[in-house]
């Protein structure tokens, strides 16, 4: 393989594994924030036992939070390095626009989150409870910004607006416009509430996993219950939010639809294919299952909808065959996502919200699903970045035109590193997190600064008075 195909191969396992960690963190730090506020709700009430569910589970998770957060910082920083090693040429033409909102992202989401994270980490226990809850929410609201300065970049690298060109450099001619490009508030929320499902997720799958195992008694049930709660009520407006992305799409990368979609052919009432191979050799496709007009009335919401095919694109359209496959795993994942959440929410409230009572394979299905939010975030974020081949910045700066002239040898040995490096990471966070989820009483146990225990040995709320 060439440079190029090395370059962004290696690219491609950077953020493959970088974003596994915030599509976690960006949701469950508001998680977090709820989980504080339900036990200072409940605590001073009637069922002690109750209140110390939501303070098991806030500790539980926010160790969950930290491991996450950590590994996503570790993860990001090579993100920036290979701008300059794999791709100067990125840098050289855009670093006027790109540079300041990576800098942004830093200065404002990062800072906030790296402030206030020891003490929401530490400070239980040692600052009053309004400034801990204050921090929690704080690094919430940090990890949210974060993607919205990540994403500015990315959205505008697919709609680009508000800029000039000078010399083959490009200047910001409005920063508004820059930011709020047409297609960002669509990718934002898509990627916000891809982040709250994946994180939904994860809290049903882990807590079915405790209850299987007989562990985390008091707080897997809420746990169970919030999660399944967030994810049956985000994945209907995820697909409404898919929808209008789709439209916005159509309008201004119409050469990436045509990739989902498999069309070749300019066509009106095109069908939808439930199965097709794409053959780019041969510009058609093999063995399809199609339903006929159904991908005109979703993308067009008109059965005789147009829709405009590669051919239409010479040189300048993405591979179809990994973004028409991206695509049906992103969709796919989905409504699997919909069907266990609406089945598993109405199971478990005729359960009278008792675990227990739950079917075992029901509890297997959570389980089993745990991560289904990463299969479905990394198929879209393939059909995002693959769908704007053969530009970086689309329609304006080819990929070709800014890799850099590195060795492929190099790019190859360097690109191994990392995928053996990753493998290791990821294999050793899920078993921390298999570790953590059996045992929770050990995790908690290390928390005891945090709690005052009686002669008796009953455990009382933190002896802090509110207040700042």
């Known amino acids: 393989m060439d440079a190029l195909i090395l370059a962004r191969v290696q690219f491609a396992a950077n953020i493959t594994f970088h974003i596994l960690f915030p599509t976690i963190s960006i949701g469950l730090g ?92 530490f400070g239980h226990g040692k600052v009053s409870e309004r400034v801990h809850l204050m921090s929690t929410a704080f690094v919430a609201f940090g990890t949210t910004l974060s993607a919205f300065w990540i994403l500015a970049l990315n959205s505008w690298m697919q ?124 510009r058609k496709n093999h063995y399809e299952i199609a339903v006929p007009k159904v991908a005109s009335l979703i993308l067009t919401h008109k059965a005789d909808g147009e829709i405009r095919g590669m051919n239409d694109f010479p040189g300048a359209h993405p591979p179809p065959l990994p973004v028409f496959f991206a695509f049906r795993i992103m969709v796919g994942t989905g ?38 939010g990463w299969v479905a975030t990394v198929a879209g974020w393939y059909v995002t970045e693959i769908g704007r081949q053969p530009y970086i910045v689309h329609g304006l700066v080819l990929t070709a035109d800014v890799v850099s002239a590195v060795p492929p040898s190099m790019i190859g040995l360097s690109l191994a590193l990392y995928v053996a490096l990753y493998l290791g990471l990821i294999v050793a966070y899920l078993a921390v997190l298999k570790y953590m989820a059996e045992k929770p009483e050990e995790v908690l146990q290390r928390e005891a600064v945090e709690r005052a225990v009686t002669p008796a040995g009953a455990i009382t709320a933190p002896l802090v008075e509110e207040g700042v």
């Open 159 to 282: 709609t680009p607006a508000g800029h000039e060109i000078v010399d083959g450099v490009y200047h910001v001619k409005s920063w508004f416009d820059v930011v709020f490009n047409p297609s960002f508030p669509y990718r934002f929320s898509h990627m916000v509430l891809a982040s709250a499902l994946t994180c939904a997720f994860l809290l049903t799958g882990l807590s079915a996993w405790q209850v299987l195992s007989g562990v985390g008694q008091r707080s897997a049930p809420r746990v169970m219950r919030a999660g399944l709660t967030l994810a049956a009520v985000l994945v209907p407006l995820q697909i409404v939010v898919g929808d209008l992305h789709g439209l916005n799409t159509l309008q201004h990368q119409p050469a990436k639809i045509a990739a989902m979609e498999g069309v070749w052919q300019t066509e009106r009432g095109a069908p939808l294919l439930l199965f097709a191979i794409p053959d780019l050799a041969q």
């Open 335 to 372: 409504m699997l996502m919909l069907g266990t959440s609406w089945l598993g929410w109405w199971l478990y409230r005729r359960a009278a919200w008792q675990p227990a009572r739950l079917p075992r394979p029901l509890l297997w299905l959570f389980a089993g699903m745990a991560f289904s």
């Open 30 to 121: 508001w998680v977090l924030l709820f989980f504080r506020w339900r036990w200072l709700r409940t605590r001073r009430g009637a069922n002690a036992l109750q209140a110390q569910g939501w303070l098991d589970a806030y500790r539980f998770w926010t160790k969950v939070f930290a491991l996450t957060f950590a590994l996503g910082v570790v993860s990001g920083i090579t993100m920036s390095f290979q701008f300059g090693t794999n791709w100067p040429g990125f840098m050289e033409r855009v670093g006027n626009i790109a540079g300041p909102l990576l800098g942004y992202e830093v200065l404002t989401a990062f800072f906030l989150e790296a402030g206030f994270l020891g003490v929401m980490l």
